[in-house]
């Protein structure tokens, strides 16, 4: 219980730091009672601490949850977890069943277990159990392991989604493998109770029987495929994600029945030389593209650019099956070795890819930029195009930089010139704009036919690709600068500017590094582009780059406009690929509303179900980005299963508690090192310098910095790999007297936990 502050400890009205400081060290008790209670404030002292809180909060500095206040991000006294994994030791680890990932990863927890009187044991949950938990200190010894602890109140249901792994038939039997890299343990599988699945099967089990000491025993529940079959590492991401990938036949039959759209209700321009820009392998082609130079005299040096988008809402009405399917999805799932579509081929590869030569329905927006690149005015069209040219980034920026072939020679002057002149102008307005300019280069895996990494490989970024990129950012603009001004309902691409949490943890990081960043009201993404400037061709790059990264709040969909800060937009909504995302679809259906364009608009009573549907396919594309990353882990980790032993030159991409991630330069293959095996020191995690130091040595490994690491072991299964680190550590100063007594006691804490796991194992 808080002290009660006299009056000569605190003035009548707490100060704001005194506030935050009660708010972090007492989180059971943040209502506004309990602070004035704390700080005896009475009277008209209530009305300042109520005006005091409402800036806190409004600052982002302290957060509202239900009638408490608590720091962003700290955890709730009471949760639902999910029991996931087990330890070699029988200690069991949970995870909030629910989780924001703007918050960070998901925390990790040590299951408590509570002893009550006369003997009696709190309630007995076990592996793949959701229960109702009271978070609590986090027990001595287990520093790096998880958040902190949690004591079960109450088993509330068994997780309905069965466990996914890799079946091992052994004799009398089989084991689970897992294919998590949060379940640890294998499962065992009675013979009886394998059913008809075979050695190598993708299966789905229900655990029947856990205990704290064994292995958990398994009931085969679903064979969802083989291994041994071609696409199979990226089913497993599609099952462990819940992605839908199989269409229902109502879906199938409406798709197949779709009529090409005629030209009613339509402005034909079938004449005007749009082309489509997109990569060698794409089999859809929703967006194409022209410009011409303005002859209007009062626009002298001006473009005229146009962008045509696939009429999706001519096939996919609101309310129908395809409808409720392509909600359903979100959006279209990109792996490696295949595409999980949004809506069924007969759409998207057919009817409404915008085909060379082939006559096809779409949405276009005619903007108009001055010479500086400054958008004059813009209009939507329900159109009938036929694209003039199929062409891939490689060879339409060959044909520009003096190299055409066959099919770009003769377009080079009448259809090309002209698109790369517009983009000149549209370039220099965007870097007058500032958008957030990160350098963080994206690594592309490449298969083999049988379905193996072939090799992993760093796309060259061409100009081509940004033409397209700003070209598609101009016309989401105009879609949503039309829709606003209409007052019609939209979803917003939105992207909040970071938190004041994130930005003073970078702020403390910079510092290490003996950069300041200004404190200011107005905050802008050139604030931090002058940060990359700086570190431009240093060793720091990388490490200040991912910081920057880290410190950004994530895009997500909303019909409520926040802008888009990376982009330094205002305005901004996805309006250029509807095959292959909702979001866009329901703006086509506004476009259509809002300028009385035909059939297809949006339905009655939108305004009440955009919140949700902006949850839901906000969930939808990072599940998305989960399995997509998931699946490479897995390829990667399969391809370097034969290589360990070998020793890589890497660098740390992350630092936690726990260890050590690495990223391989070779590969951009992520692995782990604990942090018990960097060597005989015990190392503490200093946060602000994203950073492990050694408590007597000094020696310090940090976020960024380039080392070699020998693998160790690789779980192609659940795409992990786990590596021993071969460098030293840079030289640093040897950790405090305090954090060094604490680091002490933490190691024997640790050995005594080792001592008593030998002995729980040898039971």
Known sequence: MARKLRPTDEPATPTREAILRFVSEHPGKGTK?????????????RV????????????????????????????????????????????????????????????????????????????????????????????????????????????????PEGVLGILRVTDGGARLLPISKKQYEELVIDAADVGTAQDGDLVSVDIIRSGRFGLSRARVRDTIGNLRSEKAVSMIAIHANDI????????????????????????????????????????????????????????????????????????VRPGSDLDREALKRGNSVYFPDRVIPMLPERISNDLCSLKEGVDRPAIAVRMVFDAEGRKKSHTFHRIMMRSAAKLSYVEAQAAIDGVPNDRTGPIVDSILKPLWKAYDILAAARDARGPLDLNLPERKVLLKPDGTVDRIVTPERLTAHRLIEEFMIQANVAAAETLEKRRTPLLYRVHDQPSLAKLESLREFLAT????????????????????????????????????????????????????????????????????????????????????????????????????????????????????????????????????????????????????????DETGADGFIPISTLGADYFAFDEARHALIGSRSGETYRLGDTVEVRLIEAAPFAGALRFEMMSEGAAGRPLGRVAAMRAAKARKDKERKDRMGKVRRGR
């Open 513 to 664: 590094l003996d950069m300041k960043i200004a404190k200011q009201g107005n905050l802008q993404p050139e604030l931090f582009n002058r940060i990359l400037e700086r570190v431009e061709g240093t060793p720091q790059a990388y490490l200040v780059n991912e910081v920057v990264l880290r410190s950004q709040s994530q895009a997500e969909y909303s019909p409520v406009n926040l802008g888009h800060f990376g982009l330094n937009l205002r305005k901004y909504a996805h309006f250029t690929s509807p095959i292959r995302r909702y979001a866009d679809l329901v703006v086509h259906r506004g476009l259509i509303t809002a300028l009385g364009l035909g059939e297809g608009g949006l339905p009655d009573g939108v305004e009440e179900t955009l919140p949700r549907v902006a949850e839901d396919i906000s969930a939808a594309e990072r599940r998305a980005m989960q399995a997509e990353r998931e699946t490479i882990d897995r390829l990667i980790a399969g391809w370097l299963s034969d290589r360990v032993g070998a020793v890589f030159r890497g660098r740390i991409s992350g630092v936690t508690k726990a260890g050590l991630f690495i990223r391989l």
């Open 244 to 315: 839908p990938y199989v269409f229902p036949e109502a879906v199938i039959r409406e798709a197949e029945a779709a009529k090409p759209a005629t030209m009613a209700g339509r402005d034909d321009w079938r004449a005007l030389p749009l082309v489509t820009i997109d990569p060698p392998d794409a089999k859809d082609h929703d967006d194409a593209v022209h410009a011409i130079a303005d002859d209007d005299p009062a626009n002298d040096g001006g473009h005229i650019v146009t962008v045509a988008i696939a009429d999706v809402s001519a096939y």
């Open 48 to 159: 300042v601490l109520k005006r005091i809180l409402k800036e806190l909060e409004g600052e982002g500095l302290i957060e509202r949850r239900h009638r408490r206040f608590a720091e962003p991000g700290a955890l709730p006294a009471v949760m639902a977890c999910d029991i996931v994994s087990r330890d070699r030791d029988g200690d069991l680890y949970a995870e909030p069943a629910e989780w924001d990932p703007e918050q960070g990863p998901r925390p990790r927890f040590i299951v408590v277990a509570v002893r009550r009187r006369r003997g009696e044991h709190g309630p007995a949950a076990g592996l793949g159990d959701r229960v109702l938990a009271r978070v609590v200190e986090l027990p001595d010894g287990y520093e790096g392991l998880a958040r902190a602890g949690i004591r079960v109140m109450k088993v509330l249901e068994k997780k």
């Open 33 to 45: 009672r309990d602070i004035a209670r704390a700080f005896e404030v009475h009277g008209e002292g």
